[in-house]
């Protein structure tokens, strides 16, 4: 399942983070890529550069513990430091599927990538993540500022940039609940309980509702 989440960075932050990456150095991305991973990537990430990532971070990470729909979409146990990722003309990244177990020190299993796009969709041509699904491919090319989430088993892609520059953060993601059909479940049932808690709080239809999308999340959680 694909969620978008809509305006997860405001434009004040946009503005620091292309402040920030205006002056910071990019390297081939094939560095940090496995074996498979570099054969079809062709992009620049960001070079290791702990104070600039700190603050890089900061802002980032302020709005994603905020998101009420990252939360409830994704269960998140860990959260992986971002990776801010360039393509120019002519770059792209073939379809891969991401790398299992990550993690310098602590490792973790990745259930969930996320991608917030940085630059406008009009300002550069190409440069689509396309993801394969079981109902067909989907392209996604968000404004600035959005973010898509999407398991990190399923095939995907970004489409070659024509004109301009795609710029991106990238994470991944272990959630409480590994499986992203159960995810998907927990999901639409948090957002209809959401609803009868604001609408009719004191049901015995929403309080039903509530014990329901608790217990699951308690059956199904691993900590
Ligand atoms: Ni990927």
Do not use: C
């Not at 993540?129 to 898509?148: N, S, Y």
């Not at 999407?150 to 272990?174: F, K």
């Amino acid at each position: 399942m694909l969620i978008q989440i809509p305006e997860l960075l405001n434009a004040a932050q946009l503005d620091k983070i292309h402040e920030l990456l205006d002056q910071a150095r990019f390297v081939d991305g094939r560095l940090t890529a496995g074996m498979a991973a570099s054969k079809v990537k062709n992009n620049e990430e960001l070079a290791l550069d702990p104070e600039l990532l700190q603050r890089l971070y900061r802002i980032i990470m302020a709005s994603v513990g905020h998101s009420a729909v990252f939360r409830s979409a994704v269960l998140p146990a860990k959260v992986a430091d971002f990776i801010f990722a360039r393509y120019q003309p002519g770059m792209h990244y073939g379809d891969h599927v991401d790398d299992p177990i990550m993690g310098q020190g602590p490792k973790f299993r990745t259930d969930v990538s996320m991608t917030i796009f940085l630059n406008p969709p009009e300002t550069y041509d190409g440069g689509e993540l396309v993801i394969r699904t079981p109902f067909g491919e989907q392209q996604v090319k968000l404004p600035a500022g959005h973010a898509v989430v999407y398991p990190s088993a399923s095939v995907h892609r970004v489409a070659e940039v024509g004109r301009g520059e795609r710029l991106v953060a990238l994470t991944w993601i272990q959630s409480f609940v590994r499986d992203a059909a159960r995810r998907e479940l927990l999901y639409e049932l948090d957002q209809a309980r959401e609803q009868l808690l604001r609408s009719d709080p004191q049901s015995d239809v929403a309080k039903n509702v509530d014990r329901s999308y608790v217990n699951l999340l308690r059956m199904w959680a691993e900590v």
